[in-house]
């Protein structure tokens, strides 16, 4: 080797000893581009029932007691363990100390107990009220000790506890969550350009955030599915949970950079029917719609063939389930019966209100397709999710709507009186508490099959199908939850490899 080789050889090696790490390679990436199907109205998920705000905020900016995991089950977050008293009505939950809100503020037991009455209070709109309001007491030990006392057994508080009305929030800034949101979690809200993206940046001030790879993650709403798949292809985003791709699989399949996931899940997509509203009060009416439905040609039509038939508000694979598709199957003559046998005259003109998600858009087609066939005339109106929430949720003004509920345990809702759908039923109300208090678990399986008979017997509505849902993303992006027993995006956990 001549000297000037030598000599350059060393000085370049001494270059690259004294240089940084992230100077020899390309540092990893610290940012990510997630998508989603809807904006959400707000960030406050105790104040609406838009899913689209816990997919923001749930872990990422709020925590909650306890976590609920991909696989369902259940773990500490904020709560570090938990004794329950034989009875099964008493939960003392030990807090994690050193915890701080975004604000700076302290989070303790006061917050803790601050945040379950608020959601009881009269001016509450939190979904899971009824769930709060079961609670007889809320009691701060001490800072860092808070003991619920339930007036009944609920043997699933504990996974309650880990959803997104659940969180745990700060009691000066939290009725300004809804704008500017401030929790315990990882992230803060960074940016929010209304109808396009938003932005949420890494808390270091966060226990954790040593170990959150990912410091901004930008959200991006694209409801249109052909925008959805162009958005990935053209690679404006790394991820798209529950993307309407399943008619493209094949094309992202042959761009051999994409990792895609099938997501089970606990949702019932259902076409939901007011109960109290004339000619739907009819049971033989109700049935007559259910009969009138090929499920297997919904699923082809809403869901690109991704969902499993279902005949009552329940799933299979959640415990106690039991096949009801039986019950009301599609039969058109059967169908034409009932409502001759109710005395309506056709042909019977009803609205059928569908929200923005292509679910309800492309299902809202082959159902009144369907119905036209028994003589229902079903008038389509697209609404947006504001409106839906406003008009169907919370003022009841509807006939039928195609809406997904994607919570895992909420047959709760059929006992609650002046929910949306208008179903009341004290034999329901009555098999409901024999579920929540069954001392056996034999016994709670046998209620929860009774009850799920009892639903479709009713044909409260016209129960369609269990989504399987699809993520689509770049190779490399580590984290995604494999199955979704609620709709979040845990940022805490994806990291690029």
């Not at 019950?327 to 309506?344: C, R």
């Not at 017997?457 to 580590?478: E, I, M, N, S």
């Not at 199955?483 to 805490?492: A, H, R």
Request: net charge positive; proline share 5%.
């Amino acid at each position: 080797m001549k000297r000037r080789d030598f000599a350059f050889l060393a000085a370049t090696t001494g270059a690259l000893q004294t240089m940084p790490l992230a100077a020899l390679s390309q540092s990893k990436k610290d940012s990510v581009i997630l998508a989603m199907t809807l904006e959400p109205p707000g960030l406050d998920p105790t104040a609406g029932a838009a899913s689209a705000i816990a997919e923001i905020t749930h872990y990422n900016i709020f925590e909650t007691l306890t976590k609920i995991n991909s696989d369902g089950s259940v773990s500490p977050l904020l709560a570090e363990k938990w004794e329950v008293s034989p009875d099964l009505k008493t939960y003392t939950f030990k807090l994690r100390r050193n915890v701080k809100f975004h604000n700076g503020e302290p989070f303790n037991a006061k917050a803790v107990k601050y945040s379950f009455e608020r959601a009881t209070s009269t001016t509450s709109t939190n979904k899971d009220k009824r769930t709060f309001a079961g609670m007889e007491a809320v009691v701060a030990v001490d800072d860092y000790t808070v003991v619920v006392i339930n007036k009944q057994i609920d043997p699933d508080f504990l996974f309650l506890m880990g959803q997104a009305t659940a969180i745990i929030v700060e009691p000066v800034s939290a009725a300004s969550n809804a704008t500017q949101p401030i929790g315990t979690g990882p992230y803060q809200l960074g940016n929010w350009v209304k109808g396009s993206s938003l932005i949420l940046n890494r808390w270091d001030g966060h226990r954790s955030a040593a170990s959150v790879a990912i410091k901004k993650t930008t959200f991006k709403f694209i409801s249109d599915p052909a925008a959805q798949v162009a958005a990935l292809l053209s690679g404006d985003v790394d991820a798209f949970p529950r993307v309407a791709a399943a008619r493209s699989l094949d094309t992202l399949k042959s761009a051999n950079r994409f990792q895609i996931i099938q997501n089970g899940s606990r949702a019932k997509t259902i076409l939901a029917l007011n109960n109290k509203k004339k000619p739907f009060d009819d049971v033989r009416v109700r049935r007559a719609i259910s009969a009138a439905i090929d499920r297997n040609a919904v699923i082809a039509g809403a869901a690109d063939g991704l969902g499993v038939p279902i005949g009552s508000h329940y799933v299979p694979g959640a415990l106690g389930f039991v096949d009801t598709t039986s019950v009301n199957p599609f039969n058109v003559d059967k169908a034409k019966s009932l409502l001759a046998e109710a005395g309506i005259k056709t042909p019977l003109e009803v609205s059928l209100i569908l929200p923005p998600p292509p679910y309800a858009r492309q299902g809202g087609e082959v159902i009144a397709s369907q119905l036209a066939k028994i003589g229902i005339i079903a008038k389509l109106q697209n609404v947006e999710w504001a409106q839906w929430l406003s008009g169907v949720y919370n003022n009841k003004n509807y006939d039928m709507t195609i809406i997904s509920h994607v919570e895992p345990f909420d047959l709760g809702n059929f006992a609650k009186s002046g929910y949306y759908w208008g179903y009341e039923s004290s034999k329901f109300n009555e098999l409901f508490d024999k579920i929540n208090n069954a001392p056996r678990m034999s016994d709670r399986v046998k209620y929860l099959g009774d009850a799920q008979k009892m639903l479709a017997q009713d044909a409260v509505h016209a129960f369609l199908y269990q989504p399987q849902w699809l993520t689509v993303a770049r190779k490399g992006l580590t984290g995604l939850w494999k199955d979704m027993p609620i709709f979040v995006n845990d940022l805490s956990a994806l990291r690029w490899s």
